[in-house]
């Protein structure tokens, strides 16, 4: 028997296969959240353009202002959007937030700190300064967030809404993007039923309800997939070949989850052999054991590549921690994303976990309001309660045991499903 293939060194091995798909597509900022950027985005401007005020309230020289109390005259008033005149010395003027500090000014006194007085005739009237300013204070200077030439988004970078108003503050209204991957999604198994197409109180003996093609799909597409939803195939051998034929034509990724053991009713493998290449792999994670990686050809001419295949566990935290772990790193770098890996956080156990086990374990967790972490009574790869109870895992290594108040290494769901 071959020994168990590390979590570790099977997502190396998922990701030296995982070549990004190259094509790129131009979509508007306002449509390109959640996309992969395909190129740098570099800056044609700096930002702030000029040095402005970070303040509503009065540019000043500080030499013009040796002590508390002293009085100018307001010899301008400068709004957001429009640049003043040079400020003549012994002159304050009034200005408000983003607008352009005037030549001459050193330093911006917030309204707070002054009194405005009646006085000049031009209207404009005159400021009392109760504090003494230092030279610089509440001046945003030019190019302190963005040089002019500068890379502000990398390719491969993800688009959060804060990137999306970074990219428009240099002018971008157009994103050049990596296109989508295209998923094909099967489940395999004559005992699963739709929900809708049966009622529960006429389930047939053996029959359950397909759960997993509900959260399967919905993660491929938070990660931006365009998923072809195949259904249900039934358990027959040339039923599968003519599925995984059919989708591994027009898709970058077929993902199937169930069928891939080597029963007598086990008709991934053999189908897949029959179009193209398959490696099962025995993980070494609890839950989540079996595991496949397969390509098939697509038909047509030589320069028509192939599809990629995977196949998930039928349990369902089996299935939903396979893909959260390997197929979404596999996805996202198809995308051109680089860091694909989640990221852990220490956090201290309030359960005890006393039995190791040779696996690496993910045990379903939440925090609780001491800031702890709370165990699932029931940790068993077919109770999807323990995933949408917990907000994420604790990822124990193999051999490990968790006594309370122990440091564990804890990963959000947020993080998995993002």
Sequence with gaps: MKPLKPLDEALADLLTRAVPLGDAETVTSFDADGRVLAHDCVSALQVPPEDNSSMDGYAVRCADVPSA???????????????????APGTAARIFTGAPVPAGADAILMQEDCEALPGAADGLGQVRINTVPKSGQ??????????????????????????????ASIGLHQLQVAR???????????????????????????????????????MLLRLGCEVT?????????????D????????HDLILTSGGVSVGEEDHIKPAVEALGTLELWQLAMKPGKPF??????????????????????????SSFLTFALLVRPFVLRLQGVKDVAPQSIAARADFAWPKADKRREFLRV????????????????????????????VDNPAGQTIAADDTVRFIAFAELLS
């Design 366 to 393: 939440r925090h609780n309001a001491a800031g702890g972490l709370d165990l699932f009574h029931n940790q068993s790869s077919g109770v999807l309660t323990s995933a949408a109870w917990g907000d994420g895992v």
């Design 69 to 87: 109390g002293v009085v100018l005259p307001v010899s301008q008033r400068i709004p957001a959007g429009s640049a003043g005149d040079a400020l």
């Design 138 to 167: 509440w001046i945003r200077r030019a190019g302190e967030d963005i040089t002019r030439g500068a890379v502000v988004l990398s390719a491969g970078t993800r688009l959060t809404p804060a990137e999306l108003g970074l990219a």
């Design 229 to 241: 939803d195949f259904g249900i195939v039934p358990d027959r051998r040339e039923a599968t070949i």
């Design 243 to 250: 599925a995984l034929r059919t989708a591994s034509a027009a």
């Design 180 to 218: 989508r991957p295209r998923v094909a999604l099967f489940s395999t198994g004559d005992e699963l039923v739709m929900p809708g197409e049966v009622p529960p109180e006429q389930m047939r003996p053996g029959a359950i309800y397909n759960s997993n093609r509900f959260f399967l799909r919905a």
């Design 292 to 317: 496949a990686y397969g390509q098939i050809p697509r038909s047509g001419n030589d320069d028509s590549g192939a599809a990629h295949f995977m196949g998930l566990p039928g349990n369902p935290v």
